[in-house]
Every structure is written in C-alpha cells, then in structure tokens.
C-alpha cells in the first residue's frame, strides 16, 4: 500500500492566485511526521514545511502553510501568491516508527504557475 | 556550514563498467540516506546508513549495488557492472536526527547515464 498519496499529477495556477496540492497519507503509528519539499527544474531537493502529527496549529512558513486534517490522514500544500518561481515539482514525505523513521516519499505533483 | 555536498554531480557510464558516487553530509550530521529517483517519479529510498554501519538497505537491488559510510570520509553508493536502467538520479540526504522530527538535507543529486 500506498504511504504516501500525491493524486495531482500536475496543477496549473494563475500568478498571484493561491494554489493547494493535495497529499494523504497511511500510518498506524500515533506520533508522525509530515514535510513538504520542492524540486526547481534545476533539481534539488529543497525543504518548504513540517508539521508533526501531535502539533495542534497548521505550519505556516512564509507564502507556505499545511492544512493539516489528522482524522482524513490529509497534509496538503496551499501555497498563497503564486509566484513564476514557484513553478516546480512538490513532494510530499512522511516519517514514521513503523517505518524506522525513514522518509517516504510520493510521486510528487508539477505545479506550473501562468503569468 | 556547508550543506550536503554530493560529487560527481553527472556521470557517464558504459554498461557493465562501475559507478561510484559520493556524498558528505551536513556537519554534525550522523544519519545518511540515499534516495533513487527515475525520470517523473518521486523518490524511492535505497539505503540508510550510520558511520561504519549499514542501519537499513531495504530498498537496495540484492546485486551489483552497495553503500558504505567509513568513519572517515565520504559515504559511498557503488554500482558495478552498471545496466541501462540504472540511469537515474541519485541523491544522499542526511539528517541530524532518525525521528520523526528531523528534516533532510539534501544534496543537488548525482546523475548517472548508462550508455
């Protein structure tokens, strides 16, 4: 089964407009972790967002927040103003116990921000 | 503080001559990953490791890969007698914990083409 579910293969958005990618996730385990990260053309990997299961607001970093729902196992990226720069590819990764802590990853989702 | 530093950044490769890719993590970082990604997928985890000790390599092909991470030095992914499909993007990432708390550092990746 599928740990980590990213169903937007790809997403298109407006500059300026706000934007969400959608992520669930599967775990048994209580206490979790959820990130986001984003890959430019250029390629690396670069980290935007955590949010541990326990933590009882949304993570907000900068134009990045997580709409963290527990009880749907959902983790979604709203990125508010899009930006050109924001133009990439978004992965969603989770670490678990019951998964040795090691990150797992999704397919990702393609975010192409118009001007 | 240096990030995670990751060499040869492209490597070229004939079928069934040996690959060797490097990686030195972030200072102070014990925990090193090593992640596989093929072209539009996401990334699938090969091999966790500590100094001097392999901790997971659950997701390594059985032949021809292995990893090493010597106390000192670099960590090591090695590919011998490498095949067409192993072109893909390889990336090391360490973290400064393995909890569900530490985020990774990624390297720019290495990216093998096998000719």
């Known amino acids: 089964a599928q740990k980590i579910t990213q169903t937007q293969p790809g997403m298109f958005v407006q500059e300026k407009e706000a934007v969400t990618l959608d992520c669930t996730y599967d775990?048994?385990?209580?206490?979790?972790?959820l990130f986001w990260y984003k890959q430019p053309s250029s390629g690396e990997m670069i980290f935007l967002i955590y949010q541990g299961s326990y933590d009882e607001q949304n993570a907000t970093e900068g134009r990045y927040s997580l709409n963290f729902q527990k009880a749907r196992k959902s983790a979604n990226l709203v990125i508010s103003a899009s930006q050109l720069g924001d133009s990439a590819m978004y992965f969603c990764?989770?670490?678990?116990?019951?998964?040795?802590?090691?990150?797992?990853f999704g397919r990702g989702t393609s975010l192409i921000v118009h001007p | 503080n240096a990030g995670v530093m990751q060499n040869p950044r492209h490597l070229v490769r004939r079928r069934g001559q040996e690959a060797r890719l490097r990686c030195s993590p972030m200072k102070g970082h014990s925990h090193v990953y090593w992640y596989r990604q093929l072209p539009e997928e996401g990334l699938k985890f090969m091999v966790y490791?500590?100094?001097?000790?392999?901790?997971?390599e659950s997701g390594m092909p059985k032949e021809r890969f292995s990893a090493e991470f010597p106390k000192e030095g670099p960590s090591i992914l090695r590919i011998q007698q490498v095949v067409r499909g192993d072109s893909a993007a390889y990336f090391c990432a360490s973290s400064p914990t393995n909890a569900n708390t530490g985020e990774l550092f990624f390297g720019e990746g290495s990216r093998l083409t096998v000719l």
């Open positions: 990764a989770m670490r678990e116990p019951g998964g040795s802590y090691i990150p797992t």
């Open positions: 490791l500590q100094k001097e000790n392999i901790i997971d």
């Open positions: 775990t048994s385990d209580q206490s979790y972790g």
